[in-house]
T-cell receptor
Framework: AQSVTQLGSHVSVSEGALVLLRCNYS??????LFWYVQYPNQGLQLLLK??????LVKGINGFEAEFKKSETSFHLTKPSAHMSDAAEYFC?????????????FGQGTELSVKP | ETGVTQSPTHLIKTRGQQVTLRCSSQ?????VSWYQQALGQGPQFIFQ???????GRGNFPPRFSGLQFPNYSSELNVNALELDDSALYLC???????????FGSGTQLSVL
């Protein structure tokens, strides 16, 4: 069975500081991995996805994530936080031979950005 | 704006009632997926429809059912509502089964 674990339900950073949101996955087969962002009262928006090409994946809004098979991790980073980055972030996994709609999400990490 | 619209945005029902939630897919998208997001949790996959056929189901009881219409819009029906059904219900459409998901803003269902 597949699963994802997001370490830290709340992360707070200062504006301009590094953002690091942690995600570890469990999968018996090579997975596809995703990061989504959810702003208040909105649906989810795809930030980036890993589908077995480059292990360092660049996404929208300056975010990137690195797939590390040895650590079963897919942490999300951004060098410099903006106030507009405050939102809920979800890591998700699906099987490579599975349909893209059948995602398994983590519990989410709420990011706060202090001025 | 993703082009995926859900209605209604908010709904209050009582235990035992039935509810229908609606989703209008982005133009040209033939696949729709439904997710349940309980407060403080990540979304959970309910089911997916591809070209009007159910194409996979998560761990939800049969009282959760769905439909996809020829224009690829979709409905989620929940019978015999329980208090634990209170959640944000998200619809996502895509160009195909393995393609990028575009999420709507969701329907917030409260069961009293």
């Amino acid at each position: 069975a597949q699963s994802v674990t997001q370490l830290g339900s709340h992360v707070s950073v200062s504006e301009g500081a590094l953002v690091l949101l942690r995600c570890n996955y469990s999968s018996s087969v090579p997975p596809y991995l995703f990061w989504y962002v959810q702003y208040p009262n909105q649906g989810l928006q795809l930030l980036l996805k890993y589908t077995s090409a480059a292990t360092l994946v660049k996404g929208i809004n300056g975010f990137e994530a690195e797939f590390k098979k040895s650590e079963t991790s897919f942490h999300l980073t951004k060098p410099s936080a903006h106030m507009s980055d405050a939102a809920e972030y979800f890591c998700a996994v699906t099987k490579r031979d599975n349909q893209g709609g059948k995602l398994i999400f983590g519990q989410g990490t709420e990011l706060s950005v202090k001025p | 704006e993703t082009g995926v619209t859900q209605s209604p945005t908010h709904l209050i029902k009582t235990r035992g009632q039935q509810v229908t939630l609606r989703c209008s897919s982005q133009s040209g998208h033939n696949t729709v997926s439904w997710y349940q997001q309980a407060l403080g949790q990540g979304p959970q996959f309910i089911f997916q429809y591809y070209r009007e056929e159910e194409n996979g189901r998560g761990n939800f009881p049969p009282r959760f059912s769905g439909l996809q219409f020829p224009n690829y819009s979709s409905e989620l029906n929940v019978n015999a509502l329980e208090l634990d059904d209170s959640a944000l219900y998200l619809c996502a459409s895509s160009l195909g089964q393995n393609e990028k998901l575009f999420f709507g803003s969701g329907t917030q269902l409260s069961v009293l």
